[in-house]
């Protein structure tokens, strides 16, 4: 398999670039975000052991992600190219893909963006609560307000975007970031990509990057 990881805080376009990703140029986009919230909107088990956690902002503990992620890639045929968007978020998770020689990571792409413009991509951002599109009030506004333009359904913000909330993730990004980025370095795969930019912009650069 081809694993490509996308790293960066929370609002770099990670989710934003992994989708326009599969769908223009066939890499399977996993989003371990948005694994969760819909295992909690569907109630399972995962759902219930994540959501204290997602609601403070706080990380879901690695046993529970590295055996979700496991679990998604395991039915992937070998020729596979996968892109892993908000995983690894912690050293032992990317310890945990790199031991399997089916999962180990071929690129590690890093997302960067000033700190001071993250809070107001997340907390602007609005997402389609039936497909889970993403759009931006200001940004990437929808045709009509309030309204998916993918499948018309209603916009709602996520929970953990208010922001009070949106600091605590960026405190724990800060404090868990240098050594994944140090632990990719090493394994001298690390690519890092200016996110601070236009999506189409962005887009392009990263094609590139995984050419
Ligand atoms: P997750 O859903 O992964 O959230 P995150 O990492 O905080 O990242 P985001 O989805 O907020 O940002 P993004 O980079 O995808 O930005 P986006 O493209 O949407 O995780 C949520 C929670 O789940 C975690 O807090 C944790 O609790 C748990 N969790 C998940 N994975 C875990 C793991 N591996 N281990 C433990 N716990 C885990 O863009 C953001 C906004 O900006 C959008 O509105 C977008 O329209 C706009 N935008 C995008 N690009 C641009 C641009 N170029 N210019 C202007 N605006 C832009
Ligand atoms: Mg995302």
Redesign the pocket.
């Known amino acids: 398999m081809e694993i490509n990881v996308f790293l960066?805080?929370?609002?770099?376009?990670?989710?934003?670039?992994a989708k326009r990703l599969s769908s223009q140029a066939g890499f399977k986009h996993f989003?371990?975000?948005?694994m969760?919230?819909a295992a909690i909107q569907k109630n399972t088990e995962v759902g219930k052991k994540?959501k204290s956690?997602?609601d403070k902002?706080?990380?879901?503990p690695?046993n529970v992600?590295i055996e979700l992620i496991k679990s998604e890639l395991a039915p992937l045929s070998s020729d596979s190219k996968v892109i892993l968007?908000?995983?690894?978020?912690?050293l032992p998770?990317a310890k945990a893909l790199d031991q399997d020689s089916l999962t180990k990571v071929r690129r590690a792409l890093y997302?960067t963006v000033p700190e001071m413009k993250l809070v107001k991509?997340?907390t602007?951002?609005?997402i389609c609560q039936k497909c889970g599109e993403?759009?931006?009030t200001e940004?990437?506004p929808p045709k009509v307000d309030g309204i998916c333009d993918k499948c018309g359904s209603k916009l709602i913000q996520r929970t953990?975007d208010s922001e009070s909330v949106v600091e605590r993730?960026l405190q724990i990004f800060r404090e868990q970031n240098d050594q994944i980025l140090d632990y990719y370095r090493q394994q001298t795969n690390l690519l890092e990509l200016n996110?601070d930019?236009?999506?189409e912009k962005?887009f392009s650069t990263l094609k590139k990057s995984l050419s």
Not at 57 to 60: A, E, K, S, T, Y
């Open positions: 960066g805080a929370p609002g770099s376009g990670k989710g934003t670039q989003s371990t975000g948005d969760l919230r994540a956690y997602i902002g706080d990380l879901v690695d992600m968007d908000g995983f690894p978020r912690t998770q997302f991509r997340l602007g951002r609005r993403s759009f931006h940004f990437m953990d993730r996110a930019a236009e999506v962005v």
